[in-house]
């Protein structure tokens, strides 16, 4: 069974940083993409940044470009979210998601989510 | 970057009926458009991949259709368990993007 477990999220100041991990069980994780989405308080669902399996491809939104870095350790089977210079609208629940095969770029499972609050 | 467009917003409706929910996208994805379910408190849960091709465990009730630019979700005799947040998701082109969401209330 696929388990994705995040942890790492809480209450950050506005400029803080915060660091978020993802624990990955029950599949191969060398070999999957591994994503990061984010959902702000009552609102939708917005991709934050992926990884390839050997981290040779990564990618960023717009809105957190220059300020996280995705990373991963295989060796591990961990996927993490470094999250630099915060704002209040980073503010969100943080998962971490698989997709459904090595091959197809679609996003199949998801953890619980980890709640990052950005506030003074 | 593409925009996915759902429609409504929300929906109020009785128990056993038919519910649909329509997303478009703002250029052709061909069929890389995905429903997803997200019930209150949970996580989102995969539905329908490729516009038409149910996702493991999902109940016969949901479908989709539809390419290009122009998708549907359908709920065939809806259930109490269904009342949800429904969102479609494009894997095209990057970024990966999501439609705002439809709300499904039960009456």
């Given at each position: 069974?696929?388990?994705?477990?995040?942890?790492?999220?809480?209450?950050?100041?506005?400029?803080?940083?915060?660091?978020?991990?993802?624990?990955?069980?029950?599949?191969?994780?060398?070999?999957?993409?591994?994503?990061?989405?984010?959902?702000?308080?009552g609102k939708g669902l917005e991709w934050v940044s992926s990884i390839s399996s050997s981290s040779n491809y990564i990618d960023y939104a717009d809105s957190v470009k220059g300020r996280f870095t995705i990373s991963r350790d295989n060796a591990k089977n961990s996927l993490y979210l470094q999250m630099d210079s915060l704002r209040a609208e980073d503010t969100a629940v943080y998962y971490c998601a698989r997709d459904i095969t090595p091959l197809l770029l679609i996003i199949a499972y998801w953890g619980q989510g980890t709640l990052v609050t950005v506030s003074s | 970057e593409i925009v996915l467009t759902q429609s409504p917003d929300f929906q109020s409706v009785t128990p056993k009926e038919k519910v649909t929910i329509t997303c478009r996208a703002s250029q052709s994805i061909?069929?890389?458009?995905?429903?997803?379910?997200?019930?209150?408190?949970?996580?989102?849960?995969?539905?329908?991949?490729?516009?038409?091709?149910?996702?493991?465990?999902?109940?016969?009730?949901?479908?989709?259709?539809?390419?290009?630019?122009d998708f549907t979700l359908t709920i065939n005799s809806l259930e109490a368990e269904d009342a949800a947040t429904y969102y479609c998701h494009q894997s095209s082109s990057l970024p990966r993007t999501f439609g705002q969401g439809t709300k499904v209330e039960i009456k």
């Open positions: 069974e696929v388990q994705l477990v995040e942890s790492g999220g809480g209450l950050v100041k506005p400029g803080g940083s915060l660091r978020l991990s993802c624990a990955a069980s029950g599949f191969t994780f060398s070999t999957y993409t591994m994503n990061w989405i984010r959902q702000a308080p | 061909g069929s890389s458009l995905h429903w997803y379910q997200q019930k209150p408190d949970q996580s989102p849960k995969l539905l329908i991949k490729f516009a038409s091709q149910s996702f493991s465990g999902v109940p016969s009730r949901f479908s989709g259709s539809g390419s290009g630019t």
